[in-house]
C-alpha cells in the first residue's frame, strides 16, 4: 500500500516538473538544443550516482541506530581501505567520465563553429537595445524588430554586438546563449528541426525594461515561405510598423525610442524594408578608441575592409624628433658639469 501511494507521488512530482519544461531547454526543437539536453542529462545522471546513495545512506543510519535500538555503532576511525577505496575511486572516476564529456562537447557543440550541412546559412546581425532586439538580414537588405524569422532545417549564422548595457541572447528550445557587447562582435549558430514559433529572450539583467526585453523567433515551414516574408518586408505588405529605411538616423532613433516610459510591454515588431551598406559595422566600430584608423575583424563573414585616417595626425615626425633629441654625446656632457658642480659644492660645506 506504502509502495504505491509512493511510486504515484512520484510520477505526479514527474510530470509537474516535466511540465514546466516545455518550451525550454529540456524542450528542444533544434539540433544544438537536442545535444545540450543530452549533455545535461548525462551530467546529472552522473552527479546522481553520488547523491543519491549518499541520501540513502544517511537515512538508513539515522533509522539504523535510532534510539531505542540495540543497535551499537562502533566505527574504527584509525584506517579502513574498504571505505577509503570507495570515497575516493568513485568521485574519481566520475570527475574523470566527466571531463572527457566536457572536453569533447565543448569543441562540438563550439557557438562560433559552422553547422554541417547541406544548405548554406542565413546571416543574420543582432544588436540589443535598451531594451529591444534589432535583427539585420545584411544579404536580403532588410531589418525587423523583435522579431526573428529564418526556414526550418536551415543553419542561421547569428552576429550579435549591443549598443550600450552587455545582454544575452538565448532561444531555449534552440540552445546556446552568447553575449551581447558594445564594441565587440560574438557569434553563433544554430538550426531548428522543424517549423515553429520560439521564445527568445535576454538571459542577463540589462535595467528597467529588461523583462520586456523578449522577441519571436519564427522557422518558417519551407524556405518559399521565408522568401515570401522577405518580398513581403521589402515591399511592406505586412500588417506591421514599416519604418523605412535603416540608416544612422534611424538606427539612432531606434535606440533611444522607447514607446512605453515605464517598460511594462515590449516594444512592438518593426521592419525596415532596405538597410544602409555597413550600419551594422558603422555602429560596432564607433565604440573603438581608434575608429577610422585600424583594421576590423579581419577574416570574418565581413567583407574586410580598412577605413583609412589620417595616421600623421597626432604622430611626431621623424625630423621633429631629431630635432627635440638631445644626442648622447651632449647628454653626458651635461651630466659630467653637473656631477663636477655638485662634487665642489660639496667640498667647500
Known amino acids: ?22 518550451g525550454g531547454v529540456l524542450d ?39 534510539e531505542g535500538r540495540d543497535e ?8 579502513s581501505t574498504k571505505i577509503e577505496t570507495i570515497v575516493w575511486a568513485i568521485p574519481i572516476v566520475i570527475v574523470i567520465i566527466l571531463g572527457v564529456i566536457t572536453w ?55 552576429q ?16 546556446s546563449q552568447i553575449y551581447s557587447m558594445a564594441g565587440m562582435v560574438t557569434k553563433l549558430h544554430l538550426i531548428a528541426n522543424e517549423p515553429g514559433t520560439f521564445d527568445g529572450i535576454s538571459a542577463n539583467y540589462s535595467g528597467a525594461g529588461f523583462t520586456g526585453m523578449k522577441f519571436k523567433a519564427i522557422a518558417t515551414e519551407t524556405e518559399a515561405d521565408f522568401d515570401a516574408w522577405v518580398e513581403g518586408v521589402k515591399a511592406g505588405t505586412h500588417n506591421v510598423i514599416n519604418n523605412g529605411i535603416l540608416d544612422q538616423t534611424s538606427y ?15 516594444t512592438p515588431v518593426q521592419y525596415y524594408n532596405s538597410i544602409a551598406s555597413s ?25 574586410p575592409k580598412m577605413i583609412h585616417g589620417d595616421a600623421s595626425h597626432g604622430e611626431m615626425s621623424h625630423g621633429e624628433m631629431n630635432h627635440g633629441e638631445m644626442n ?11 656631477s663636477s658642480d655638485d662634487m665642489h659644492t660639496e667640498a667647500e660645506k
Open 328 to 338: 648622447h654625446d651632449e647628454m653626458n656632457h651635461e651630466s659630467s658639469e653637473h
Open 1 to 22: 500500500m506504502l509502495t504505491r501511494i509512493l511510486s504515484k507521488v512520484a510520477l505526479a512530482l514527474m510530470v509537474g516538473l516535466l511540465a514546466g519544461c516545455q
Open 104 to 158: 569533447k562537447s565543448t569543441h562540438a557543440l563550439d557557438p562560433y563553429k559552422p553547422l554541417k550541412s547541406d544548405k548554406d546559412h542565413i546571416n543574420v546581425q543582432v544588436v540589443s537595445m535598451n531594451w529591444k532586439w534589432l535583427f539585420i538580414y545584411p544579404d536580403l537588405g532588410i531589418a525587423s524588430v523583435n522579431e526573428l524569422r529564418f526556414p526550418a532545417n536551415v543553419p542561421v549564422a547569428f
Open 279 to 303: 550600419i551594422f559595422m558603422d555602429n560596432v566600430t564607433k565604440f573603438m578608441k581608434d575608429h577610422g584608423q585600424v583594421e576590423l575583424l579581419k577574416g570574418t563573414s565581413f567583407e
Open 252 to 266: 539612432e532613433k531606434l535606440a533611444e525610442h522607447d514607446l512605453d516610459e515605464h517598460h511594462i510591454e515590449p
Open 160 to 175: 550579435i554586438s549591443s549598443e550600450g548595457t552587455m545582454n544575452s541572447f538565448f532561444i531555449p528550445q534552440l540552445g
Open 72 to 79: 551499537i555503532y562502533e566505527p574504527k576511525w584509525s584506517h
Open 28 to 66: 528542444p526543437k533544434g539540433q544544438v538544443g537536442i545535444e545540450e539536453k543530452q549533455l545535461i542529462i548525462v551530467a546529472t545522471l552522473l552527479m546522481l550516482l553520488v547523491v543519491i546513495p549518499v541520501i540513502f545512506m544517511t537515512l538508513y543510519f539515522a533509522w539504523k541506530y535510532r
